[in-house]
């Protein structure tokens, strides 16, 4: 029996057909091109029906992750990088293609933490958080043994996190964890401090102001310029204050580290967890474990496949 796993972001598609046993059959990359609204929607459904073809009666799950809300009552999803996607009705839209299968829909924060929960480092934990630092910032959580959803299916937007004050307006569109630590946090707080420093001339400078991204910024990090080192030091510490009081308030027994970011961030998850112990919980703080994601940015899209059979009997 197999599984279709699909992991939407917001300017690409993964796709994987899985056995139940978490052995990949198949996985391939697709671009959406600029399409929008009910384009995306069709790209998946084509797909869908594309991989039905391929896999006949064998498949019997479709799980889907989305860079959003999955609205689970109504059906929705709410995707800010899809134009059109407010209220995208995509679960009657993947049931009309296969009505037949199981289709299950999710944020990627959930499928993430569900993936390292199935196949990856968070195997055999009833509670553990995966971090997700990209674009954004996102967390899933899990806890005895559940995913927390919230009321309104929003839990887990902690790039909206207050770790300092006073409340500025720039926070607004992203939050202000976001806005200092994600990988356009990053850039942003490197061109900030850049701005100021007229007589500095070290790698960063190569760059036009509006061509730094995080990637540069570790680059230059790795070559000791010396602002890069100071915007790295400044994440490494939102990064330990947001982990501290996630495990205070959850008693994880993991906290997982993903996203593109961690990538080139995983050498320093040591140092958050030594910034992280001076805010956590005493107790809290020595029994949880820091650890990188195990799916080499695959958490989201595994987690999408176990969507549809996490609920099943053993």
């Known amino acids: 029996m197999s599984i279709l796993g699909m992991d939407l972001g917001g300017t690409k598609l993964a796709v994987a057909l899985l056995e139940e046993s978490g052995k990949i059959l198949t996985q391939d990359i697709f671009t959406l091109d600029g399409r929008r609204g009910a384009e995306v929607g069709t790209l998946i459904t084509d797909l869908v029906k594309k991989y039905q073809e391929s896999a006949g009666s064998e498949l019997h799950g479709i799980g889907i992750s989305i860079p959003g809300i999955s609205h689970k009552k109504e059906g929705t999803v709410w995707a800010p990088n899809i134009e059109g996607w407010e209220h995208y009705p995509l679960l009657a839209e993947v049931q009309r293609v296969a009505p037949d299968i199981d289709v299950r829909v999710d944020n990627d924060r959930a499928c993430s933490i569900l993936g390292e929960k199935w196949l990856g480092n968070a195997k055999g934990c009833t509670d553990a958080i995966f971090l997700a630092v990209g674009t954004g910032i996102g967390a899933g959580i899990l806890a005895d043994d559940n995913i927390i959803q919230g009321a309104h299916d929003i839990a887990g937007a902690i790039g909206w996190m207050a770790l300092k004050r006073p409340f500025e307006k720039k926070y607004i569109a992203c939050g202000c964890f976001e806005y200092y630590a994600s990988g356009e946090g990053i850039a942003r707080v490197a061109k900030d401090v850049l701005a100021e420093e007229s007589t500095y001339t070290g790698v960063l400078r190569e760059y036009a102001p509006d061509q730094i991204t995080s990637h540069h910024i570790f680059v230059a ?14 994440a490494i510490g939102y990064w330990g204050m947001a982990t501290a009081n996630l495990v205070s308030l959850f008693n994880p027994q993991r906290i997982i580290f993903g996203g593109g970011i961690f990538g080139p ?34 958490a989201s899209l595994i987690g999408s496949c176990y969507l549809t059979i996490k609920d099943k009997p053993n």
């Open 265 to 298: 961030a995983v050498k320093f998850i040591g140092r958050i967890k030594e910034a992280a112990d001076q805010w956590a919980q005493p107790i809290s703080r020595t029994k949880v474990e820091f650890l990188p994601s195990a799916l080499e940015g695959n």
């Open 221 to 234: 990090y790795e070559e000791n310029d010396p602002i890069a080192i100071q915007v790295i030091n400044e």
